[in-house]
C-alpha cells in the first residue's frame, strides 16, 4: 500500500479583540531551524478567512519566502562559495559595496521581487549614486569622514607643516579643495547587466539552498545590451601607428606590430614568451595573461580560459627572429 503524504496545515482563524487573525505555518527556515508563521489582522471574519486562503496558495506555490534573512546574508554566502578569478572577486565585491548591497541588501530575501530589481536598474540607468530627485548633495572626494571645504596652505619655501605663520590666505595664494556638486552620471547597461548577473547567481543558489521557492531576477527585464560597433584603425592609420612605434624603438615596433597582426590582449601580449613561439610551424601559443591587482603583478589563465594557436605570416615571422637575435 503506497505511503500516503502528510497533509500540509490548514491554517487557523482567531478572534483577537475586535480582529481576526489569519495564522499558517509555513514550513521551517532552513538557516536556523525553527517554525515559520504567516500571520496577518483583519476587522472582519471573512476578510481574515480570504487572507488564509491566499496565503495557502502563496505557500503552496512557493511563492512565500522560507527564510527571514536578508538579501545581503544571501549574497555574502553566495560570494564565499563561488569558484572565481581573484581579478573577479574583487570585481564582484566593488559591485556588491557600491551598488547592490546599499540598495537591496537589507530587503528581506520575499521582498527581493522583479519589481523591485527592475526599479533598482532604472534608478542605476539615470544616476549611479541613485540620488533622489532635487536632492542636494556632494560627490565626495574621498571615502570616509573629512573636510568636504579643505583649505590647503600655500606656506614658505623650508618651513615644515606644523611651523607655517599666521597669514592671510587671499594674499599667499592658499587654495580650498571642495568636494563637487552632485552631477547625475548613468551606469552603462553592460555594467547592470554584470549587477544583474551577480544578483541572479546569488537567488539560484538560495532556490537550491532551499531559501526561496523561485528565483525572481530570472523573469525581471535587464537592460538591453546593443551589439559592440568595433572601430579599428584603417590601413593608413595603422601604418601611421607602426611607423610612430618603430621610431621609439624595436620594442616598441615589434610590440605592436604583434597587436596589429595577432589582435592579442595587452594582458596575453605581456605574458608571451619565446617558449610560446612555433618558428617551425610559424605558429604562436596563448595560454596565459597578466594582469595588476593592487601593486601586484600576477600571471593567470586567459580571459576566456581557453588555450589557443594563431598562425603567423611569413614577414611576423621574421620580425619576431630579427627582435630575438638582438
Excluded at 618603430?246 to 596575453?268: D, F, K, N, P, Q
Aim: charged share 30%.
Amino acid at each position: 500500500m503506497a505511503a500516503v503524504p502528510p497533509r500540509r496545515p490548514e491554517g487557523s482563524l482567531r478572534k483577537r479583540g475586535s480582529s481576526w487573525q489569519a495564522s499558517l505555518s509555513t514550513g521551517t527556515d532552513p538557516l536556523t531551524g525553527r517554525r515559520r508563521y504567516a500571520i496577518e489582522t483583519h476587522p472582519s471574519q471573512a476578510a481574515a478567512r480570504k487572507a488564509l486562503n491566499r496565503m495557502r496558495a502563496d505557500r503552496d506555490q512557493d511563492r512565500i519566502a522560507r527564510t527571514n534573512a536578508t538579501f545581503s546574508v544571501a549574497l555574502a554566502e553566495w560570494l564565499q562559495v563561488q569558484e572565481l578569478e581573484e581579478t573577479s572577486r574583487r570585481s564582484y565585491e566593488a559591485y556588491l559595496r557600491n551598488h547592490i548591497t546599499p540598495a537591496l541588501g537589507e530587503l528581506a530575501l520575499s521582498k527581493v521581487t522583479p519589481r523591485a530589481l527592475e526599479r533598482f536598474y532604472a534608478e542605476l540607468r539615470r544616476c549611479r549614486a541613485r540620488c533622489r530627485a532635487g536632492e542636494v548633495r556632494r560627490d565626495h572626494r574621498v571615502v570616509g569622514e573629512h573636510e568636504c571645504d579643505l583649505v590647503r596652505h600655500k606656506r614658505p619655501p623650508g618651513r615644515p607643516a606644523i611651523a607655517s605663520p599666521a597669514h592671510c590666505c587671499s594674499d599667499a595664494g592658499c587654495v580650498v579643495v571642495s568636494c563637487p556638486p552632485h552631477e547625475c552620471r548613468p551606469l552603462a547597461n553592460a555594467t547592470i547587466n554584470r549587477i544583474h548577473f551577480i544578483i541572479s547567481g546569488a537567488l539560484s543558489a538560495a532556490v537550491r539552498w532551499g531559501w526561496i521557492g523561485s528565483n525572481p531576477a530570472s523573469v525581471a527585464k535587464k537592460p538591453r545590451v546593443p551589439a559592440p560597433q568595433p572601430n579599428p584603425p584603417t590601413s593608413e592609420q595603422a601604418g601611421r601607428i607602426l611607423a610612430a612605434a618603430w621610431a621609439e624603438g624595436v620594442e616598441w615596433g615589434t610590440l605592436v606590430w604583434l597587436v596589429m597582426v595577432t589582435g592579442l590582449r595587452r594582458g596575453e601580449l605581456v605574458a608571451l614568451r619565446w617558449s610560446d613561439v612555433d618558428f617551425d610551424t610559424e605558429t604562436l601559443l596563448v595560454r596565459r595573461g597578466v594582469v595588476k591587482i593592487g601593486a601586484r603583478v600576477i600571471e593567470k589563465d586567459t580571459k576566456t580560459h581557453r588555450m589557443r594557436r594563431i598562425a603567423l605570416d611569413r614577414e611576423t615571422v621574421k620580425v619576431l627572429q630579427e627582435h630575438r637575435a638582438r
